[in-house]
């Protein structure tokens, strides 16, 4: 007990800076926006499960699926009981929507998981097919992701004659 | 078969009622006559709890009571697991079908539910190059979809055509049973539930047709429901030949 308290209490400090913690100014706009938690949060801290949470899920599926262990502590279903961004409506967001809770982390640090392939990213009840339909393509990862021109123009200038020729000089 | 008798249906509905009144005591009445009766399952067989290795789930399947015209299991399967029937035969998922068998000799036909036979010995976990199917510790033969290339190598290694493949995107699956395109899937013997204590999901709906075709059951327990039944009448496997000893089992085909 006394070390899951001071594990909590090295948390704090630096789960402020990600956070919902911070109710007011976000710290900075570059860092993802998490949507507000409810329930009680976790023992271990927020620090433990932004590190941990894929090992956790990975090993408590096992539990469950192999196990047939349903009292599992990493539950990819009850994530979204507690962690749900909601739309304008209210609506809870599916992982088609940027900013559905896992999707906010990972977008910023270009991952994604195929979790979402087979399980729901909202609680039961919330139709994920409207989403999926108005939303953008799963595929489409980074919604304000970096100007393709730009990217294009640039792989465009490295094959001009221009560029081969400032290539040849390095060789 | 040597214990198939003609199905004579005037005298079911008294066998039923002696057989539910005398429950185990009726052993002369029922080898006599075909329509014996699998009274309806009574209590919850399965507790709560993990994967038990001093358990087998089984299901035993009554082709008597079985209704031609009725669809009950098959329809609370799609709509417990999510999966359905979008018109694509060819590549539908289907967990559980009804089967029609007839005898080419006298003609008499026999309805029955076909899903996995949850093997002792599966032919699908063999095959298997990941180890993404494999049989719990209580017998329930299962897919981990984690782990799942799509090989599909046991879809053919099944005799019983019990899995499905997974062609198309999914989407508003149930949180207890997610499924998604790319992997095999088939019957889970409604593992969610069984694993808090409850029976599958078509059991649940064949009893409450009235119908009580289905038995779900430890086979391990003698003293369980289904264990009584299969060692008081007479049972068979499907494809009994291959010795695959399924947990599935029907009578009266």
């Known amino acids: ?171 | 078969m040597t214990f198939r008798l003609p199905d004579d249906e005037s005298e079911k509905p008294d066998l039923k009622r002696r057989d539910f009144l005398r429950s185990g005591a009726a052993v002369a009445v029922i080898t006599l006559a075909p329509g014996v009766t699998l009274t309806a399952f009574g209590g919850s067989e399965a507790e709560a709890g993990a994967a038990d290795a001093g358990k087998r789930w089984g299901l035993l399947i009554d082709a008597s009571r079985c209704d031609p015209d009725c669809n009950a299991c098959v329809t609370a399967c799609s709509q417990e697991n999510g999966w359905e029937d979008t018109g694509k035969p060819e590549t539908d998922a289907q967990w559980i079908r009804k089967v029609t068998l007839k005898d080419k000799a006298t003609g008499r036909e026999s309805s029955l539910p076909v899903m996995c036979q949850h093997c002792e010995e599966p032919p699908c976990v063999d095959v298997c190059p990941t180890g993404a199917s494999f049989k719990r510790a209580d017998g329930i033969v299962l897919v981990d979809k984690h782990i799942c290339i799509g090989c599909r190598y046991c879809m053919m290694a099944c005799p019983y055509k019990a899995r499905s493949f997974i062609h198309e995107p999914i989407v508003n699956q149930k949180s207890w049973a997610p499924r998604g395109k790319g992997t095999v899937e088939s019957c889970t013997l409604c593992v969610h539930r069984v694993d808090t204590g409850r029976i599958p999901a078509c059991v649940e709906a064949c009893a409450a047709t009235g119908n009580k075709a289905i038995i779900f059951g430890d086979l391990k327990d003698p003293e369980s429901e289904i264990s009584r039944r299969l060692a008081e009448y007479p049972s068979l496997a499907l494809r009994a030949d291959l010795d695959l000893n399924p947990g599935v089992r029907y009578t009266n085909l």
């Open chain 1, 1 to 171: 007990m006394f070390r899951l308290l001071l594990i909590f209490a090295l948390a704090l400090g630096p789960a402020g800076v990600v956070t919902a913690e911070d109710h007011g100014e976000p710290i900075s706009k570059m860092l993802p926006q998490l949507p507000p938690a409810t329930g009680e949060p976790h023992p271990e801290g927020n620090e433990f499960w932004r590190k941990k949470h894929m090992e956790l899920l990975s090993h408590d599926r096992n539990l469950t699926v192999r196990e047939g262990e349903r009292e599992i502590q990493a539950s990819l279903k009850e994530c979204f009981v507690c962690h749900q961004a909601k739309d304008e409506n209210g609506t809870p967001v599916s992982a088609d929507d940027p900013r559905n809770f896992c999707r906010v982390c990972h977008d910023f640090v270009g991952i994604k998981v195929d979790c979402f392939v087979c399980h729901r990213s909202t609680p039961d009840g919330v139709d994920e097919a409207a989403q999926r339909a108005g939303g953008e393509d799963r595929a489409d990862m980074v919604r304000d992701g970096p100007d393709l021109e730009e990217l294009f123009a640039y792989l465009d200038g490295l094959t001009s004659p221009e560029m081969a020729q400032t290539e040849g000089i390095g060789e």
